[in-house]
């Protein structure tokens, strides 16, 4: 049974007005880089990775995902898709401790070895208090690149997202080499890098061939067309998304057209999801129309998790176009009055388990930082700003704690051995 995780909200309330990109904007109040700033790595230990360039955005307590986006050939792929998250712990120089160990392999087939060509990055996952994407407005992200890997909407929201808007990976998954000459692009997926060849990638239809024969569709959660003379792709991953995998890539058609680039990931988890407007994780057309032109893309990975669902007029979609398969969704919630649908059909989890919260209250005569230690250890596990006046802090757990309230004058005021109540 899945367990809500929907934050700490430490990166306050956001509205999103206009069109943002999570990997690119300061969204959040106080930031100087980007919410969601994402780095490859190119080495990896059982609590540490360490990045190519300069983990710039990043800091201690920050959360991140860990992810295999591709794979290095068509044989040495069994680690894509893998993910985790993790708290950070420490940052020397590039290299990033966690606070917890991993769990999963990111490397060559049954290791971590040769994570950089691999496509494993690391990006920070905000968690929000609140998100409001207002009419008209859209949030997504950068889209997928051979040297720059990204693709991915990942947050957390401790409140409500209230979505009247779009949130959209729209063709920011994997994307195929452009094609001039007779022959065409495999689409590109996970596995090797896509080659000029009738043969199929992984999820990647094979190349079409000018005045000969068509290029094929591409796969993911389902099936791409089989077209005379090349070869769709397989369907592959798992429908309640254990598993993250950016959709395939459609296949080109030499100088008949170019493969369109796919759906990518999103991953939402909040305490309630009111969504009036769009989720969009669909592929692209491909272009041409000579003997068909290229094919389109696969749709992405769509995982959310929420206390609350509500979804309203909303929509949720990760549909393959243009001759190739569907991407998928997978719903995991813990109640809601309405029925849950999306396009393709979802794998729907209804017993997604909502962790009970805790709290140390108060009154204080004056403001003052309050600081929350745990009793046996000494170790902060919070520190909040809190104005004069009833004070609460929430906690994840009724272990007994320590607190400290320090003043503005200095002054402090230390109650020992307190244990939080159930909210």
């Known amino acids: 049974m899945a367990t809500l995780n929907a934050g700490t909200g430490n990166d306050g309330s956001i509205t999103i007005s206009g069109s943002k990109n999570l990997n690119t904007d300061i969204l959040a109040d106080g930031r100087s880089y980007a919410d969601g700033v994402v780095y490859r790595i190119n ?30 050939s068509d044989s040495n792929y069994d680690n894509a898709g893998n993910y985790e998250f993790f708290i950070i712990d420490d940052i020397v120089g590039n290299t990033i401790t966690f606070k917890t160990s991993k ?17 494993v990055v690391i990006q920070r996952v905000p968690n929000y208090q609140e998100v ?6 859209e949030l997504s992200c950068s889209a997928w690149t051979l040297s720059n890997p990204a693709g991915i909407l990942a947050l957390r929201v401790k409140g409500t997202l209230l979505n009247d808007g779009i949130i959209s990976v729209l ?8 094609d001039g000459g007779d022959y065409g692009h495999q689409g590109q997926s996970i596995g090797q890098n896509s080659a000029v060849t009738n043969s199929r990638s992984v999820g990647g239809g094979g190349g079409g061939r000018v005045a000969y024969y068509s290029c094929s569709g591409s796969s993911y959660a389902t099936l791409g067309v089989n077209n005379a003379g090349s070869t ?14 950016l959709g395939s890539a459609g296949a080109g058609a030499g ?12 991953f939402i988890a909040a305490r309630t999801l009111n969504n009036d407007g769009s989720i969009i994780n669909d ?25 609350t669902l509500l979804l309203g007029d909303g929509t949720i979609s990760a549909i393959g176009v243009d001759q190739s398969g569907h991407g998928r969704n997978a719903i995991y919630y813990n109640n809601t009055t309405e029925a849950v649908s999306g396009s393709p059909t979802p794998y729907i989890d209804s017993t997604l388990e909502i962790p009970p919260s805790y709290e140390i209250s108060g009154i204080l005569s004056e403001a003052a930082t309050i600081r929350v230690y745990n009793y046996s250890t000494g170790q902060l596990i919070k520190a909040e700003a809190k104005e004069a006046g009833a004070y609460s802090v929430e906690l994840t757990s009724d272990d007994k704690v320590d607190l400290l309230a320090k003043k503005s004058n200095d002054e402090t005021l230390s109650f020992g051995g307190v244990t939080p109540s159930t909210i």
């Open 43 to 72: 080495a990896i230990s059982s609590d540490t990775v360490t990045t190519v360039a300069t983990p710039l955005g990043l800091v201690q307590n920050d959360e991140v995902l860990l992810i295999n986006l591709k794979g290095t």
């Open 103 to 119: 769990t999963k392999l990111y490397g060559d087939n049954g290791g971590d070895s040769n994570v950089d060509n691999h496509h």
């Open 132 to 137: 409001t994407i207002q009419n008209s407005s």
């Open 171 to 178: 063709g920011k998954g994997f994307a195929t080499p452009t």
């Open 232 to 245: 769709p792709g397989i369907v592959y991953g798992d429908e309640a998304l254990v598993k993250l995998f």
């Open 255 to 266: 100088s008949w057209g170019n493969g369109g680039a796919a759906g990518g990931i999103i």
């Open 283 to 307: 592929g692209v057309n491909g272009t041409g129309s000579i003997g068909g032109g290229g094919t389109g893309g696969t749709g992405g990975s769509t995982r959310i998790e929420a206390g």
